[in-house]
Structure formats: C-alpha cells, structure tokens
C-alpha cells in the first residue's frame, strides 16, 4: 500500500521560511515525478513545483525565486522549501508522486495535506 508521509506545514510570519518534506513508500514501481500542489479556501488546487527523476524542476510563476524544491532518490522523499512566504501563500500543500507502471502507463497519489498558513 502507498503511503505519503508529509511534515513541515505550520504558521509562519510573513517574509519567513518552512521547508516541507513528502517520504513516499509501498509502491513496487519506480517514481517518475514528485510535487507539490496548494488550494487556498474557495479555490482550485494549482501546481506549485515539480520534479522529474532525472532533476528536471518546474515551478509555478508564483514560486519561482522564492521556493526551491528538490528530492533524495535514495529516500523517496520531495522537499519544498519556502522563503520569503507570503499571506496569498496560505493553502493547504498536498505532495503528489508519480509512479512509472510502464512504458506507457503511469499512476498518481496524493498526500493528506499540510496547512501552511503565513500571517502576522
């Protein structure tokens, strides 16, 4: 069985940073990405960053320059970390992995979700 263990969500000042971690595990098949994703109350969840297995980065317009997210193949493990936070940044951050089931086949997961909130 998967699992997605996230940790490193909390309450943060503005112009502060939190770095968030995703340990994934159970799952036979090798993993092609990893990422992150937020959803604000009353709004869809967007990308925020994501990573390949090979380093490849991609990053919303919204993180770049402010987020880095990077990952330890060894571990299975994503890490989001965040500077210079923002209030618009407050979302509940999901961790996303994909896994490589084939040449052609892939499946996704998701984790439970950490609250970051960024208030003064």
């Known amino acids: 069985q998967v699992q997605l263990v996230e940790s490193g969500g909390g309450l943060v000042q503005p112009g502060g940073s939190l770095r968030l971690s995703c340990a994934a595990s159970?799952?036979?098949?090798?993993?092609?990405?990893m990422g992150w994703y937020r959803q604000a109350p009353g709004k869809q969840r967007e990308l925020v960053a994501s990573?390949?297995?090979?380093?490849?980065?991609n990053y919303a317009d919204s993180a770049k320059g402010r987020f880095t997210i990077s990952r330890d193949n060894a571990k299975n493990t994503v890490y989001l970390q965040m500077d210079s936070l923002k209030p618009k940044d407050t979302a509940v951050y999901y961790c996303?992995?994909?896994?490589?089931?084939?040449?052609?086949?892939?499946?996704?997961?998701w984790g439970q979700g950490t609250q970051v909130t960024v208030s003064s």
């Open positions: 996303n992995v994909v896994y490589r089931v084939s040449a052609m086949s892939s499946t996704l997961y």
């Open positions: 159970g799952s036979p098949f090798s993993i092609r990405s």
């Open positions: 990573i390949t297995s090979a380093g490849t980065t």
